[in-house]
């Protein structure tokens, strides 16, 4: 199964909408695993204000907003794989 991970933080509108886009987009398709990075120093230096970012395999899909197409288009590479 193919896992996307989506880095967020508490009371984050973007997020909370890029999630509830992404649920009807990869349901059947990938695994969504939200990772909290208020917790995390290393995460929040690297993201930052710049939430939420959406990445599979270690790869920066998009942030801020739900870019459908690069989505369609890696979940596409990925299940040939």
Do not use: F, W
Not at 8 to 14: A, G, K, N, T
Not at 48 to 61: D, K, N, T, Y
């Amino acid at each position: 199964m193919i896992v996307l991970t989506l880095y967020s933080r508490p009371d984050c509108h973007l997020c909370e909408v890029m999630a509830g886009q992404l649920e009807p987009l990869l349901r059947g398709r990938a695994e969504l695993r939200v990772v909290d990075i208020s917790g995390n120093l290393e995460l929040k230096r690297r993201y930052g204000l710049r939430i939420p970012v959406l990445a599979g395999a270690g790869e920066e899909l998009c942030h801020y907003r739900l870019d459908r197409d690069r989505v369609e288009s890696y979940l596409a590479g990925a299940s040939r794989s």
